[in-house]
T-cell receptor, first 116, second 114 residues
Framework: GENVEQHPSTLSVQEGDSAVIKCTYS??????FPWYKQELGKRPQLIID?????GEKKDQRIAVTLNKTAKHFSLHITETQPEDSAVYFCAASIGAGGTSYGKLTFGQGTILTVHP | NAGVTQTPKFQVLKTGQSMTLQCAQD?????MSWYRQDPGMGLRLIHYSVGAGITDQGEVPNGYNVSRSTTEDFPLRLLSAAPSQTSVYFCASVASGQSNTEAFFGQGTRLTVV
């Protein structure tokens, strides 16, 4: 089955700095890669996703890059703010007509702390 | 739309007790899943369903049972609770269409087994 590794497990940055979280996956059939943000005591919420026919996607201060050959993808947050502090999870799935039926394999999570 | 609703939000069980975690969605999604979240391990899939009457096991199914009698509801049953099942449980639903694979999560159930 799919295996997703996420690094680092904790990340501490100063407000205004950039933050990068990296994930690798094992199943070359995976074609959908979402990133979730989870605040303390809350549910995971999708912040950005990318499909395997795209190499990069941006949404304001957040971007995700995908390298299918190397089987890794990364989340980039620029101009970080204290409200970006949360746990971030990457995930992989075989979506869009594949056979995973909405199932996600998650990375272990990264605790991001942005210091004012 | 309420999205995905889980009940209860908190529960304390004694070892050996049984209980059912409820999950309901009002988005007419075909796919539903249960995950457990433990510190440092991300979310792990327990069971999933691709439609009413169809369920299958995920990564960590032992000690849990599911059924799907309607599109809206996907309850998770703990047959005989064990301390190792202390965790936060999330239900999720996904639309089955080609263009939308976002998973929507419920607010979670924090379960403690003593």
């Amino acid at each position: 089955g799919e295996n997703v590794e996420q690094h680092p497990s904790t990340l501490s940055v100063q407000e205004g700095d950039s933050a990068v979280i990296k994930c690798t996956y094992s199943d070359s059939a995976s074609n959908y890669f979402p990133w979730y943000k989870q605040e303390l005591g809350k549910r995971p919420q999708l912040i950005i996703d990318i499909r395997s026919n795209v190499g990069e996607k941006k949404d304001q201060r957040i971007a995700v890059t995908l390298n299918k050959t190397a089987k890794h993808f990364s989340l980039h947050i620029t101009e970080t703010q204290p409200e970006d502090s949360a746990v971030y999870f990457c995930a992989a799935s075989i979506g869009a007509g594949g056979t995973s039926y909405g199932k996600l394999t998650f990375g272990q999570g990264t605790i991001l702390t942005v210091h004012p | 739309n309420a999205g995905v609703t889980q009940t209860p939000k908190f529960q304390v069980l004694k070892t050996g007790q049984s209980m059912t975690l409820q999950c309901a969605q009002d988005m007419n999604h075909e796919y539903m899943s249960w995950y457990r979240q433990d510190p440092g391990m991300g979310l792990r899939l327990i069971h999933y369903s691709v439609g009413a009457g169809i369920t299958d096991q995920g990564e960590v199914p032992n000690g849990y049972n599911v059924s799907r009698s309607t599109t809206e509801d996907f309850p998770l049953r703990l047959l005989s609770a064990a301390p190792s099942q202390t965790s936060v449980y999330f239900c999720a639903s996904v639309a089955s269409g080609q263009s939308n694979t976002e998973a929507f999560f419920g607010q979670g159930t924090r379960l403690t087994v003593v």
